[in-house]
Structure formats: structure tokens, C-alpha cells
Antibody, heavy 121, light 102 residues
């Protein structure tokens, strides 16, 4: 069974930094695309970042220059390093396998259970 | 950037009835649209991908259809466990969601 588990969330002051982890089991992160998607309280889903199997990374404009996605293949773990955090970054952060197939686009499956990041003074 | 607009924002239906949820794209899509179900306090769950393919373990009462800019998720004969929020997704864009309530 493929499973993703996020950790690392918490309460952080504006301007602070936090690193989230996404540990995979049942899949090899280096062979997959892994995305981070967030959901602010009471709001919808917002894609944040992706790391491709080949190592390329992409970011949403809202986090570009502040967030960095990376992975440790030996631990089957993907990280999201978040810096210069803003109150608007308050959200549940999910990691998900980003499945892409030619001709049929992409979808996210499975998702982790999420980790809550609260940015507040 | 493609914008996905879901309607209605809230849909009130009764168990056993049929629900039709809409997702409209700001420009024509290829066969690239997915649907997710999210219940309170839970992560989203993939229901449909590639417009009309049910994900593993998804009951046959869930079906997806559409093309171009108009897409539909249909839930025939609603069960109590189907009341949730539903999102459509294309590439890295999500719709704003439709809440299905009793």
C-alpha cells in the first residue's frame, strides 16, 4: 500500500522558518513526482510545489523565493523548507503523489493526512 | 493560467437522489480533469481522473464526463457518506469546490 505521512507543522511567528517532511512508504520518491498542496482554514486547495523524478522543481508564485522543495532518496522523504513565513501561509499542508500520463494530464493520488502550519505572533 | 469554476457552490440534495456537479474551465482542456472528495478533517481523496476514469475502489455511482470547457461529476443515488466537498483539478489548478449537503 502506498502511504505518505507529513510531519513538521506547528506554530511559528511571521518571518520564521519551518521544514516539513513527507515520508513515503510503498513508493520510491526518486521515481515519482511529489507535490505539496495546502489548504487554508475553511478554504479550498492550493498547489504549492512539485519535485519531479529527475529533480526539477517548480513553485507557485505565492511561495517562489521563500519555499524550497527537496528530497532524500535514501530516506524516501520529500521536504518543504519554508522561510520568511507570512500569516497567509497558515494552512494544512498535504503531500501527494503527482501522477502524470501523456494524453490524460495529471492527478494527485494518494495524499498524506496533512500537517498544520500556523503563522501567528 | 487556466481558471476552474465550480457550480453550484452548495448543492442540497436528499439521500437516494442524483447529484450533478459542474466544473467549467476558462479555456479548452485536453482529457485532463480530475475530481476529489474531501470530508471534514480528512485529506482529499481521488475519485475520477482523465475526465471519466474511476480511481481504484471508487463505487460505480460516481461518474465523470465532459469535454472542452464543460465537465460534470455525477453521483447517482446519493449515500449518506457522499455528503462532502468536491473539487475538480487540472494540472496545478483546483476549482473552489462544491459542498454537497443534505
Amino acid at each position: 500500500e502506498v502511504q505518505l505521512v507529513e510531519t513538521g507543522g506547528g506554530l511559528i511567528q511571521p518571518g520564521g522558518s519551518l521544514r516539513l517532511s513527507c515520508v513515503a512508504s510503498g513508493l520510491t520518491v526518486s521515481n515519482n513526482y511529489i507535490s505539496w498542496v495546502r489548504q487554508a482554514p475553511g478554504k479550498g486547495l492550493e498547489w504549492v510545489s512539485v519535485i519531479y523524478s529527475g529533480g526539477r522543481t517548480y513553485y507557485a508564485d505565492a511561495v517562489k523565493g521563500r519555499f524550497t522543495i527537496s528530497r532524500d532518496n535514501s530516506k524516501d522523504t520529500v521536504y518543504l523548507q519554508m522561510s520568511n513565513l507570512k500569516m497567509d501561509d497558515t494552512a494544512v499542508y498535504y503531500c501527494a503523489r503527482d501522477v502524470a500520463e501523456a494524453g490524460t494530464g495529471n492527478w494527485f493520488d494518494p495524499w498524506g493526512q496533512g500537517t498544520l502550519v500556523t503563522v501567528s505572533s | 493560467e487556466i481558471v476552474l469554476t465550480q457550480s453550484p457552490a452548495t448543492l442540497s440534495v436528499s439521500p437516494g437522489e442524483r447529484a450533478t456537479l459542474s466544473c467549467r474551465a476558462s479555456e479548452s482542456l485536453s482529457a485532463s480533469l480530475a475530481w476529489y472528495q474531501q470530508k471534514p478533517g480528512q485529506a482529499p481523496r481521488l475519485l475520477i481522473y482523465a475526465v471519466s476514469t474511476r480511481a481504484t475502489g471508487i463505487p460505480a455511482r460516481f461518474s465523470g464526463s465532459g469535454s472542452g470547457t464543460e465537465f460534470t461529476l455525477t453521483i447517482s443515488s446519493l449515500q449518506s457518506e457522499d455528503f462532502a466537498v468536491y473539487y475538480c483539478q487540472h494540472f496545478r489548478t483546483f476549482g473552489q469546490g462544491t459542498k454537497l449537503e443534505i
